[in-house]
């Protein structure tokens, strides 16, 4: 989370990550810190099986490695018109299924009638880039 965070930040967008774990949100905290990016940066510890957080429309929403279908509306929700919604999942795409992992073609099946720019599936991840009209 992160990494990601920061690398979003460095390159000027503002960014609110949210994690379940306190060690996360210190690291990620730490790290934006390090490279200068703190002030574009908000971090909260927040436990998403109790739903995404209230907030405005963003440009850019990033959901990565964490599963979880009943979010998924409120996830494009979120996304402001024009906006990016990238969200990479585990998948049972040439691995085991789980409990955790999307199922063959989960992604599509419910942003496709997005603007999908990329995806793919294979060896246990699902990726999707889409844009939101």
Same mark, same amino acid.
């Given at each position: ?12 967008? &503002?960014? /609110?990550? %949210? ?5 996360? %949100? ?9 490279? @200068? ?17 209230? @907030? ?7 959901? &990565? ?5 009943? !979010? ?12 990016? !919604?990238? %969200? ?18 989960? !992604?599509?099946? &419910? ?5 999908? %720019? ?8 699902? /990726? ?6």
């Amino acid at each position: 989370m992160g990494e990601n965070s920061v690398w979003l930040a460095r390159r000027g967008l &503002h960014v /609110w990550g %949210i994690d379940v774990s306190a060690v996360a %949100i210190t690291q990620a905290t730490e790290l934006a810190d390090r490279h @200068g990016v703190s002030q574009r940066c908000r971090f909260d510890v927040v436990d998403l099986d109790d739903g995404l957080p209230d @907030g405005p429309p963003v440009d850019v929403v990033l959901c &990565h490695r964490f599963r979880e279908p009943r !979010l998924y509306q409120a996830l494009r929700a979120r996304v402001a018109p024009g906006g990016l !919604l990238a %969200i990479c999942v585990l998948s049972e795409v040439g691995a085991e299924p789980g409990r955790f992992r999307a199922r063959a073609g989960e !992604l599509r099946a &419910h942003f496709g009638d997005l603007q999908v %720019i990329a995806e793919h599936e294979s060896d246990g991840e699902a /990726w999707l880039l889409a844009r939101v009209s």
